[in-house]
């Protein structure tokens, strides 16, 4: 997934808010496989487990089996075709998550290689809250940042003042 880029300053950003809502003696699920960024949650000193590949939109056992206190999902709801029911299966009180925004200059991502690298959602901030608030969870904080590109045109313009990423830290209600 990573074989050109390496997103640097999605991961700063992501780490920085974990870090102000997270402390290290809380356990973590992280949804998805391993990934560069649970490492990187492992090397800054958090109890990490993952999810082990299964289709999330049909078994949600692991999220359901898990004694961790707190979910992390990180860019993992836009590949789901039903967010809702994995949010509603999350036993933890505490929920962290990112998604990426809906631009509207730029269509939904599709990897054309790889099946589980493609964006069913791409959400507008409203759309995301009214998710977790409809599955349960109260919005404490969130956060913006976009996703600037060294390319030259108008959609490269356009991200460097349009947000692409919002994260938020939500407590069950």
Do not use: C
């Not at 692991?62 to 949010?87: D, Y």
């Not at 509603?88 to 990426?100: D, E, F, G, Q, R």
């Amino acid at each position: 997934m990573y074989e050109k880029t390496f997103p640097n300053k999605r991961f700063k950003h992501t780490l920085e808010f974990l870090e102000k809502h997270i402390d290290t003696r809380e356990s973590i699920l992280d949804l998805g496989v391993e990934n560069p960024f649970s490492k990187i949650m492992k090397n800054q000193g958090y109890k990490v487990e993952n999810t082990k590949g299964e289709d999330l939109d049909l078994d949600t056992s692991s999220i359901k089996n898990s004694e961790a206190e707190v979910v992390t999902a990180f860019e993992i709801f836009e590949h789901l075709l039903s967010p809702f029911t994995v949010l509603k299966s999350i036993k933890t009180n505490k929920l962290i998550a990112s998604v990426p925004l809906k631009l509207w200059f730029s269509s939904a991502y599709k990897s054309k290689t790889d099946k589980w690298d493609r964006h069913y959602h791409e959400f507008e901030d409203w759309q995301f809250d009214w998710l977790l608030e409809k599955t349960g969870w109260k919005i404490i904080d969130s956060k913006k940042w976009t996703n600037p590109t060294k390319k030259i045109g108008i959609r490269p313009f356009l991200r460097w003042f349009t947000p692409r990423y919002y994260i938020v830290y939500a407590e069950r209600v």
